[in-house]
Each structure stands twice: as C-alpha cells, then as structure tokens.
C-alpha cells in the first residue's frame, strides 16, 4: 500500500518519466561562442593589465559591453579598423615621432622606415660627423 501512495515505480532503464521530450529538445551548449567570448575577455584584461591609460580605457569599455561588442573592440586583427587596431597606431605613430625626434637630437640620422625592409619604426642610416 505505501509503494503506491509514492506513485508508479521508475522504468527499468533507470529513465525518469515524461523527461525525454525535455532532454531531446535541447539543442545543446554553444561551447563556439563561449571560447570566443572567454578569448576576448582574456586579451582585454592582458589590455587592461598591460596597456596604458589610454588602453586600460579602451579595455574596460569593451569589457563592459555585449558579447558582439566586446568582440569587435577585441578583434586583435592589426589590418582591420577595429578600435583596438586603430588606437594601437596612433600609439606607434607618436613612440615612433618621438623617437625620430630623440635620434636626431642626438646625431643620427634617422628615417622612417620601410616596414617591409627595416621594420615598424625608425631606420638609423648613420650619425652625423
């Protein structure tokens, strides 16, 4: 008597009742997008730990937004127009101003340089006399 009050006894395949339709319509975790939100969320806090003012700003904005906007601002695509991107070439440009400037102050003689020949920033090509 007390084996009925408890209700009918579980399936012998150890399967609970009525849980079949639940556990066949999942259409499961999209392990895709959480690696790539966890990717962007580990280069911006290296930005955050790592950058400057400037970027620690940059870094804290985009972790502060959505999943899509996080990804865009942490898109590490140097030939894109990514913010990131863009305010990393700003930085070059102006380390690299200044060092042109400092090199030249102090005798050499200096150029831009060719990146596919002398690198990304300056091309010493001699010191003056």
């Known amino acids: 008597m007390l084996a009925g009050l408890l209700g009918p006894e579980p399936a012998s395949d150890n399967r609970l009742p009525a849980t079949a339709a639940i556990a066949d319509s999942y259409d499961g ?8 939100l966890r990717r962007d969320q580990c280069l911006m806090a290296d930005v955050l730990r790592l950058g400057g003012p400037a970027m620690s700003t940059l870094a804290q904005n985009g972790l502060n937004q959505s999943p899509e906007q996080l990804h865009v601002t942490a898109n590490s695509e140097y030939w894109t127009d990514t913010p990131l991107a863009l305010h990393h070439a700003t930085i070059h440009n102006c380390m690299r101003d200044a060092l042109l400037r400092i090199l030249a102050s102090a005798g050499f003689q200096v150029e831009e340089a060719d990146g596919h020949a002398h690198g990304s920033a300056v091309h010493v090509t001699g010191h003056r006399a």
């Open 29 to 36: 975790f999209d392990t895709e997008a959480v690696e790539q």
